[in-house]
């Protein structure tokens, strides 16, 4: 069974920086992408940065020049470093994977206070 565990999650200041990684387990493949999703109180969830098994990137315009989304093909593991962090980027993060399907982690929370 294929899972994706998110790990660094947290609280942090405004300006501050945090780096979320999610770990595929239990999987004979590699993702053909990866990346971020989030979900604020009320909101739905949107798309924060994806990135391909070739290296390319695509970011939410809200994030781009502050987030940087890389990965581990050999460890299929997928990271998003978050800098100049935002009240308004509080929310669930969630690890997504798509190999003819999507995968989804747990989600790991991230608060940002003013």
């Known amino acids: 069974q294929v899972q994706l565990v998110e790990s660094g999650g947290g609280l942090v200041q405004a300006g501050g920086s945090l780096r979320l990684s999610c770990a595929a387990s239990g999987s004979t493949f590699v993702f053909n992408a990866m990346g971020w999703y989030r979900q604020a109180p009320g909101k739905q969830r949107e798309l924060v940065a994806t990135i391909t098994v070739g290296g390319y990137t695509n970011y939410a315009d809200s994030v781009k020049g502050r987030f940087t989304v890389s990965r581990d093909n050999a460890k299929n593991t997928v990271y998003l470093q978050m800098d100049t962090l935002k009240p308004e980027d509080t929310a669930v993060y969630y690890c997504?994977?798509?190999?003819?399907?999507?995968?989804w982690g747990q989600g790991t929370q991230v608060t940002v206070s003013s």
């Open positions: 997504w994977g798509a190999f003819y399907r999507d995968y």
